[in-house]
């Protein structure tokens, strides 16, 4: 991984900031090829894509609220009558 080089980093920044393309995805799929880059490529999705599930149930909690609250309102709602 230490054999990454600059031009390499900027270009994985950019395609993770980036919408996905058919240009990008066959440049992707060249660069693969290097198993440093693969496994520099896999170490930045890791840490992207993996959270810790305290960290997944917070960013959820304001939704599970609202839902909540909205179930509590249809069943009174529905037993006021």
Do not use: C, W
């Not at 993770?16 to 799929?29: I, P, Q, V």
């Not at 290097?34 to 896999?42: L, T």
């Not at 993996?50 to 509590?72: E, G, Q, T, W």
Request: proline share 4%; no cysteine; net charge neutral.
């Amino acid at each position: 991984m230490q054999n990454i080089s600059k031009e390499e980093i900027k270009f994985l920044d950019s395609f993770l900031s980036d919408e996905l393309t058919e240009a990008g995805m066959k440049n992707l799929n060249i660069r693969l090829l290097d198993p440093d880059f693969r496994a520099y490529y896999e170490y930045r999705l890791d840490k992207k894509y993996n959270k810790p599930h305290s960290k997944i149930f917070a960013d959820y909690l304001p939704m599970i609220i609202m839902v909540s609250l909205m179930l509590i309102g249809i069943y009174l709602f529905i037993n006021s009558k």
